[in-house]
């Protein structure tokens, strides 16, 4: 597994010569929310979807 460093690295020289100090800011962070989530999924912190949807229902009959 890559380090955050070595991640970063290949992430940046994958984007195009012209790409803005946003852009590399902006996939940096997507990397590393998609990795927050693939971790959270791996140590079973996630919740079902029917569990959400019914949370979200209880939420709008209340309003």
């Known amino acids: ?3 955050p460093k070595q991640a970063a690295k290949q992430l ?3 984007l195009p ?5 946003d852009d590399i800011m902006y996939e940096l962070y997507v990397k590393q929310k998609i990795e ?3 971790r959270a999924v791996a140590e079973g912190r996630t919740v079902a979807h029917e569990d959400v949807k ?3 229902m209880a939420k709008k ?3």
């Open 54 to 56: 019914r949370r979200l």
């Open 17 to 21: 010569e012209h790409a803005s100090w």
């Open 36 to 38: 927050a989530g693939l």
């Open 61 to 63: 009959q209340c309003a």
């Open 12 to 14: 940046i020289e994958h």
């Open 1 to 3: 597994m890559a380090t």
